[in-house]
Structures are given as C-alpha cells and as structure tokens.
C-alpha cells in the first residue's frame, strides 16, 4: 500500500517580520488549500494499513499457536490410525502435517495425501507475510 506524500508548507509568517508577514501569511493559507486533502489522504492510507497489519498480526498470531502445537510431532508411520489434528512428520520430504479428517488408519504419506493431510509449513509462511508490516 502506498501512503501519499504531503506537500511542503510554505514558511510561517512571524509577527516579527511585518514586511514579510502578509505574503507569508497569503502563501500559508493558499497552501493549506491542498494540504488538508493531501492530510486526509495519508491518514486514510496510514488507517488502511494499519487495518491490514492488525489482520495479518492476528493471522500470524493463529498461525504461530499451530506451529506451537505441531512441535510434538512425531514421525508418520505407515498403517497407524491418525485422529483429526494429529500431527506427524512426512518421512518423504520431513515436514510437518496436520490430519484434517476424522481419525483413519494412514497408509499414504501426508505429503503424496493432501486430502487427509495439511502442511503446517504454510502456517511459517503466513508468520512470515505479516512481519512484513513491522
């Protein structure tokens, strides 16, 4: 997302200067003219992407309490019934995968079965994106 720029003031007119004050002044006060639409654009742009971060943060916050979760995860072994969450570690590729399926007995591994199983690595990936806003 691209915030917008805001344009430089002119100077200040100072009570000081009497000479200088009224152009000065006539100057600020044309000036404000785009600077108050210039303001409201950028603080749009900045709400926007802070709305996002605050989603992504969130995302990633989900995310990190699956890698969390996965950290116990034991080695697939053929044949072994799996229950719906259950964790194992393909031993194809050796990442992590979580069941999505009601408990079954697991004869493919999770990494050639993706209709029983999710990667967890994906969870990393999501962590990854949302740091990006900080």
């Known amino acids: 997302m691209t915030i917008s720029n805001i344009d430089t003031l002119p100077p200040a007119p100072q009570r000081s200067d009497p000479t200088t004050f009224p ?19 950028a603080i749009t742009g900045i709400n926007a992407a802070q709305v996002a971060c605050d989603a992504d943060a969130a995302t990633a916050t989900a995310a990190a309490a699956t890698t969390v979760a996965t950290a116990n995860a034991t080695a697939w072994v053929n044949g072994n019934t799996y229950a719906l969450n259950a964790n194992a570690i393909s031993q194809i590729n050796f990442q992590t995968y979580r069941k999505k399926t009601a408990s079954s007995v697991s004869t493919i591994d999770p990494v050639n079965d993706p209709t029983n199983w999710t990667p967890v690595g994906a969870a990393l990936q999501t962590i990854h994106a949302a740091m990006l806003c900080f």
């Open 23 to 41: 152009a000065k002044a006539d100057a600020m006060m044309s000036a404000l003219v785009t600077f108050v639409p210039e303001m409201n654009a």
